[in-house]
């Protein structure tokens, strides 16, 4: 492996008593595009400011370019990484394009005056981050992406080989977040390394070839996104549940998240069974979890949407191999399952001959006596794969008593009540 550019070696650095960087290692090698993420407090800011000699590890080491950075006077650091920070802090008199020369002053002798090279580079700067029309402008008076901009120039204008950017698209609107991504993906393609601080986990799987999930001041995951990304991850840098897909456009993980730490239902709640697939299931089984009760679902295929949400809330599965139907073993299995339920709810999930088994099962489940509702099977809102199977069985189980509801919260309510009979029962 060549050598890395940065090097971050068993790195700790506190400001006090705890640790805000614990024993970190990372390599990062020349042309890499790295987002940082993880919750507050995380140890992202110390992990940019150790890299640029601004804290001091009290162990290990970080080496940029094969040499200690704290070893290296300012200049020389500044020449090889430029820092573009969230804020510009406090209110400066300057315009733009004075902001931008500052990022000359490394290159520069002494307290020598911009040379004519200066300005040139300086323009280059700015037109490529399309800011050279604002030269003259007090930087106070730019919009926060302008601003940002003029910071990303003032950093190119260091002609440095890492840029190091904390949160830049913080307190930007989505249309110059992108703008701002977009721009450091071509600066990345013409050969800068770059590690950027993150804070939307969206946009950091967009654009970033990998990514480094910090928590607690230690690494929890580094990788591409697709690996980093991962429910169990999420679930332990920020103690939320989430529901991870792959975009269709991009490829690239995308993350729903569901709600503050799962609520773990009461032993005795009542339990609800739900038969669903297809994603016609994901928003009522968390709707369900977080009213409290105990929620089971299947059978579903392994691959399918309503699968991968449920497992994302840990919620319990009677799960089939992908594409297959429902064996007689698992109809079983899931058969087991609903007659130790509740209520049983059937969404509006298409049937075909692969998921008619859990139709058979709602029948049995009613023949014992078990609430049964049918959500949002108004006309013609079931399709019907099995020539007509499918829509006997529901006609059966209407007939043995179950019950029709349109809508989530007219669901909630009926639940409700049954849970309320069977209290005082
Ligand atoms: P992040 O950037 O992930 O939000 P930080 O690196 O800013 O995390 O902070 C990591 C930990 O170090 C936090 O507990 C924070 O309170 C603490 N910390 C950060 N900066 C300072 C400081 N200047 N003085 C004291 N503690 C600090």
Redesign the pocket.
């Known amino acids: 492996m060549p050598k890395p550019l940065i090097e971050v070696r068993e790195a700790t650095c506190s ?2 008593p ?1 640790p ?1 960087l614990h024993g970190v290692s990372i390599q990062i090698a020349r042309g890499e595009f790295v987002g940082i993420v ?1 919750p ?7 992990l940019l400011r150790a890299m640029h000699a601004l804290v001091r590890p009290q162990e290990g080491a970080i080496l940029i370019d094969g040499r200690q950075v704290n070893r290296l006077s300012s200049r020389e650091l500044a020449r090889i990484l430029a820092g573009v920070p969230q804020e510009a802090g406090n209110p400066v008199p300057f315009t733009a394009l004075e902001i931008v020369l500052m990022g000359r002053n490394p290159h520069r002798r002494g307290l020598s005056w911009e040379s004519p090279q200066d300005l040139a580079i300086a323009r280059q700067a700015m037109e490529r981050t399309h800011t050279w029309h604002l030269a003259d402008r007090p930087f106070q008076s730019l919009s926060g992406g302008e601003r940002q901009r003029v910071l990303i120039a003032r950093a190119l204008a260091q002609r440095p080989q890492i840029l190091l950017l904390d949160e830049p698209t913080a307190h930007l609107d989505i249309a110059y977040q992108l703008e701002i991504m977009e721009l450091l993906t071509s600066l990345h393609r013409e050969g800068l390394t770059i590690l950027a ?1 993150l804070h939307d986990l969206n946009l950091a799987a967009m654009f970033c070839e990998r990514l480094i999930l ?1 928590s607690k ?1 230690t690494i929890l995951a580094d990788g591409p996104p697709g690996d980093v990304l991962k429910p169990k991850w999420i679930r332990k840098a920020y103690g939320v549940d989430a529901l991870i897909r792959t975009h269709p456009l991009t490829g690239r993980p995308y993350i729903t998240l569901l709600s503050p730490s799962r609520l773990d239902p009461f032993r005795d709640a009542p339990s609800v069974h739900v038969i669903c697939g297809g994603g016609s299931g994901a928003g009522l089984l968390s709707t369900l979890l977080h009213s409290g009760f105990r929620v089971s679902t299947g059978v579903l295929n392994v691959l399918d949407s309503d699968h991968e949400a449920a497992q994302a809330m840990g919620i319990e599965v009677i799960e089939e191999a992908p594409f297959s139907p429902i064996s007689e073993e698992t109809h079983r299995l899931n058969l087991l399952r609903i007659l130790e339920s509740d209520a049983v709810v059937i969404t509006s999930v298409p049937f075909g001959h692969g998921n008619l088994k859990n139709l058979e099962a709602a029948v049995e489940a009613r023949n014992r006596g078990i609430p049964v509702f049918l959500l949002g099977h108004g006309q013609g809102a079931v399709r019907d794969y099995t020539g007509g199977l499918a829509e006997d069985l529901l006609e059966r189980l209407l007939m043995m008593g179950a019950s029709q509801v349109e809508s989530v919260e007219e669901l909630l309510r009926e639940l409700v009540e049954l849970s309320n009979l069977r209290q005082t029962r």
């Open positions: 400001y006090g705890i805000a993880g507050n407090g995380a140890g992202k800011s110390t601080v910090m001041g």
